[in-house]
């Protein structure tokens, strides 16, 4: 997990570009990341992709799936 990483890009709410990288491990379908990635009041643990819905979603530290908008 040290070599692989996988970076957040967003603007913050005065419209500041952030960024922030973390590791990860991959799995079938998935991106799991080392730590939680927490921006506000979202924590996100792993990146997945759903095949027969051609659709990425970000899941939360509760489990619960965020579509990534298209």
Do not use: C, H
């Not at 921006?39 to 965020?66: C, H, M, P, T």
Request: proline content about 1%; charged content about 25%.
């Amino acid at each position: 997990m040290v070599t692989r990483n996988v970076s957040f890009n967003w603007k913050d709410a005065s419209g500041v570009s952030q960024s922030y990288s973390i590791g990860f491990a991959t799995a079938l379908d998935r991106l799991i990341l080392r730590d939680l990635f927490v921006n506000g009041d979202v924590s996100i643990r792993e990146i997945k992709f759903n095949k027969s819905a051609n659709q990425l979603y970000l899941v939360d530290k509760d489990g619960k799936d965020l579509p990534i908008r298209k």
